[in-house]
């Protein structure tokens, strides 16, 4: 059984920086892009990130140059830098695996 679980959310100050983290179970995920997404209340799921099992990234255009995204295949873990931190980052973000699978969720609220 797959799971993505997330983790690493919070409250950060206007500038400041989290780390997410996403744990998967199932090796096989090493081989599949995964990615992130964030929703806020009354929006749209929005594309944040995703990176492929070769390690290219691709970065939504609000978030490029602040948000890193890497993975660490010997703790199946794929992380989500976010420096620079704007209110306009709040939201819940989710794990995802394309059309497969998607984790619960980590608030990140971002407020001074």
């Known amino acids: 059984q797959v799971q993505l679980v997330e983790s690493g959310g919070g409250l950060v100050q206007p500038g400041g920086s989290l780390r997410l983290s996403c744990t998967y179970s199932?090796?096989?995920?090493?081989?599949?892009?995964m990615g992130w997404y964030r929703q806020t209340p009354g929006k749209q799921r929005e594309f944040v990130a995703t990176?492929?099992?070769?390690?290219?990234?691709q970065y939504a255009d609000s978030v490029k140059g602040r948000f890193t995204i890497s993975e660490d295949n010997a703790k199946n873990t794929v992380y989500l830098q976010m420096n620079s931190l704007k209110p306009e980052d709040t939201a819940v973000y989710y794990c995802?695996?394309?059309?497969?699978?998607w984790g619960q969720g980590t608030q990140v609220t971002v407020s001074s």
């Open positions: 995802f695996v394309p059309g497969a699978y």
């Open positions: 199932g090796s096989i995920l090493r081989h599949y892009p």
């Open positions: 990176i492929t099992s070769d390690g290219s990234a």
